[in-house]
């Protein structure tokens, strides 16, 4: 079973419109999390970084969040550009491993 | 992309055929590593070196050979024992010679056999 699972696989949303990406994780011991953007075709680019002690963090318009009681981080996109299609990617650090997740895509019409 | 280069972008090759891809960085990290990323499945680790003339089995290793000469070039061999070759291929470093740090990401190559 994978430990990091992310919801939705996909989702379609207007130019303009806010997003929330999910992201559910097993990984123990838990030393960070981070989001990454991947264009298509392209290698990924982090977006932020969670630890343990942190609740939210801005990125621009990116937004991510963790609660490290219920194992779980959200990543938010506020007035979405249609730059900001592209899949986002879950990654938590645990014992000297990454676990990733297979990422949550996101296309943003006009 | 940071200073991660990877080439080619696209490479085609026929079934039986080995293959080398090319990962080259002047961020002088310590540590690289190569994913494999599959249509709708998380990024799979390949192969990863810590330091110079040291690599390490990642969790698909089969088929697939490194070697890590320089510090800054991390090629990948795909081999005709790769059962399933064809897939999109990311080549990573990080400052420290752990498996953990950050990792920056090159743009990738898509391998194509047939």
């Known amino acids: 079973k994978n430990q990091v699972e992310q919801s939705p696989q996909s989702l379609i949303i207007l130019e303009g419109k806010n997003c929330t990406l999910q992201?559910?994780?097993?990984?123990?011991?838990?030393?960070?999390l981070r989001w990454y953007k991947q264009d298509t075709g392209r290698g990924p680019v982090s977006l932020t970084i969670?630890?343990?002690?942190?609740n939210t963090k801005s990125n621009g318009r990116y937004t991510a969040t963790l609660d490290a009681d219920t194992k779980q981080s959200s990543l938010h996109i506020t007035a979405s550009q249609l730059s900001d299609s592209a899949s986002y990617i879950c990654?938590?650090?645990?014992?000297?491993?990454?676990?990733f997740g297979k990422g949550n895509q996101v296309v943003v019409i006009p | 992309d940071g200073g991660i280069t990877q080439s080619p972008k696209y490479l085609f090759r026929k079934e039986g055929q080995n293959v080398t891809l090319s990962c080259e960085q002047n961020?002088?990290?310590?540590?690289m590593y190569w994913y494999r990323q599959d249509p709708g499945q998380g990024l799979r680790l390949i192969y990863y070196?810590?330091?110079?003339?040291?690599?390490q089995k990642g969790d698909i290793a089969e088929g697939y050979s490194v070697s890590r000469e320089k510090k800054e070039s991390f090629p990948l061999t795909v081999t005709s024992a790769q059962k399933n070759p064809t897939a999109f291929y990311l080549c990573?470093?990080?400052?420290?010679?752990?498996?953990?740090?950050?990792?920056?990401f090159g743009p990738g190559t898509r391998l194509t056999v047939t």
């Open positions: 990573a470093s990080s400052p420290f010679g752990d498996r953990v740090s950050e990792q920056y």
């Open positions: 992201c559910n994780y097993t990984v123990s011991p838990f030393s960070n």
């Open positions: 969670m630890t343990f002690s942190e």
């Open positions: 990654v938590v650090k645990g014992n000297n491993r990454l676990a």
């Open positions: 961020l002088n990290h310590d540590a």
């Open positions: 070196s810590q330091i110079v003339n040291d690599f």
